[in-house]
């Protein structure tokens, strides 16, 4: 599903993450020749895609990125994650 708005994608990308973080991945993608810079959150069930050429929206996903990544390295995460299995 592709989002217009950022704080839509935001939302509904962390909410994807938080439900199944170990099937959760997040590719970011940048395309010189139109400049623009794609982010897509899935789990291979629901795929999340948010396009801008915009460099405001640049510097929100890379604040969304870093924070997703500090998700994925928290030790509460991985405890959880571990206790699941």
């Given at each position: 599903m592709q989002y217009q708005t950022w704080e839509e994608?935001?939302?509904a990308?962390?909410?994807l993450?938080?439900?199944d973080?170990?099937?959760a991945r997040v590719?970011?993608?940048y395309r010189h020749s139109d400049g623009s810079l794609c982010i897509k959150?899935?789990?291979d069930l629901v795929c999340l895609v948010y396009r801008t050429d915009q460099a405001q929206d640049v510097k929100?996903?890379?604040k969304f990125h870093s924070q997703l990544m500090r998700l994925m390295v928290a030790k509460e995460s991985r405890s959880v994650a571990m206790?699941?299995?």
């Open positions: 994608f935001s939302r990308a962390e909410k993450y938080l439900a973080p170990m099937k590719v970011l993608k959150v899935t789990d929100k996903i890379e206790e699941t299995d």
